[in-house]
């Protein structure tokens, strides 16, 4: 594949930012790039993409940062289960899937394996499809810091909006998290 020779790439940053025709990602892009800590903006404003390869980051052991990852994707209409699974190192959620118009629904299990995440600052921002949010999306993570407008303009979110709160946050950081 494309990264096959490629074992001590510690960064993706902006890999793909803007690539505008790019519909698809490759099964196993990521499969041989252990190293990696840099997500940031890799597939932002790949306004065509249509689809996330499920394991895309199975192989990412020692990934800290998702910010923006797929920031401004549009036609993503769907999230596939586990796609952070193996990424326990990683802490910056901000913006990864801000401006995902297309997702309608979140994999329950996406953080599942994120322990240490900290940083979920507009994560959903504006993904105005949005509907349903997985109860104890959020469970178990001691460590966040802030939820800063994470579901801000998903004003068709309906179910489970309190579920969020029973464990995270306040009315304050609530009103802050769809704040929009």
Known sequence: GLFDNCPNVESF???FLGCVSLKNIPAGLF????????????FGSCSSLERIPAGLF???PNVES???TFNGCSNIKEIPKGLFK??????QFQQTFSICSGLTSIPSDIF?????????????YDCFNLTYIPSGLFDGRPNVESFKRTFAYCRNVVSNVPELW?????TKEHAACFNG
Request: hydrophobic share 30%; proline share 4%; charged share 20%.
């Open 58 to 60: 199975d192989n990412c």
């Open 31 to 42: 499969d041989n790039c252990p190293n990696v800590k840099n997500f940031r903006a890799t």
């Open 86 to 91: 193996n990424c326990p190192e990683a802490v």
């Open 112 to 124: 599942a394996d994120s322990i240490n995440m900290s940083i979920f600052a507009e994560t959903f």
């Open 66 to 68: 998702f910010q923006s």
């Open 13 to 15: 940053h902006n890999t």
């Open 166 to 170: 029973k464990t995270h946050g306040s």
